[in-house]
């Protein structure tokens, strides 16, 4: 007798869950959709990039930020490069990025790489805890829209601020002590 009534309670709370989180969607997914369904297209990135840019029209805009010293090549002949100045305490903030460029061979990815020049393992300063709230208020300023949530996304171990508008997301994380991503991709 006892058991019949725990199996009952059991299939009970089963069922309860399975119902309930068919349903259960979460603040990230509900945003995710909500931007999509407005058909809106964002597909300015950062120094004039896009999405939809082909690789000859990336090298090409690289090259004239780097005639206006906008830009540099950075470590290694890697990524491109620029220093910017924090303005909140007027540190110096190295940003690199890389497109990715998907089957369509357009932009469909930015990553952005951010660090403080004087980073060190013992300025509790220079750290990315600080730096990612400074890159969060730099990205809110040039591309504007809806502010940052905090999210868990499958993958990450690490609990990413994200920023969707339209087609355009944007997550944000610390990597280690020192550098802060930012990734931007083309939801479309």
């Not at 013992?122 to 999210?151: A, H, R």
């Not at 944000?172 to 083309?186: C, F, P, Q, R, T």
Request: aromatic share 12%; glycine share 4%.
């Amino acid at each position: 007798m006892r058991l019949i009534e725990i199996t009952k309670v059991l299939l009970i709370s089963f069922l309860f869950f399975e119902l309930t989180s068919c349903n259960f969607k979460s603040e990230y997914h509900n945003l995710v959709e909500r931007e999509i369904k407005k058909g809106e297209i964002n597909n300015d990135l950062i120094l004039g990039f896009s999405f939809g840019m082909t690789k000859q029209q990336y090298y090409d805009r690289c090259t004239l930020l780097n005639k206006n010293k906008i830009i540099t090549v950075g470590e290694y002949n890697f990524n491109p490069e620029q220093i910017l100045s924090s303005p909140i305490n007027n540190k110096k903030i190295k940003m690199s990025f890389s497109p990715n460029f998907k089957e369509k061979k357009t932009i469909e990815e930015l990553e952005l790489r951010f660090s403080f020049l004087g980073w060190s393992h013992w300025n509790t300063d220079y750290q990315s805890g600080v730096l990612i709230n400074q890159v969060k208020d730099s990205l809110i300023s040039w591309l504007p829209g809806n502010d940052f949530i905090e999210v868990s996304i499958d993958g990450i171990d690490k609990k990413p601020l994200v920023k969707v508008d339209g087609n355009r997301r944007i997550m944000l994380y610390k990597i280690n002590s020192k550098d802060v991503i930012a990734k931007i991709n083309n939801l479309k």
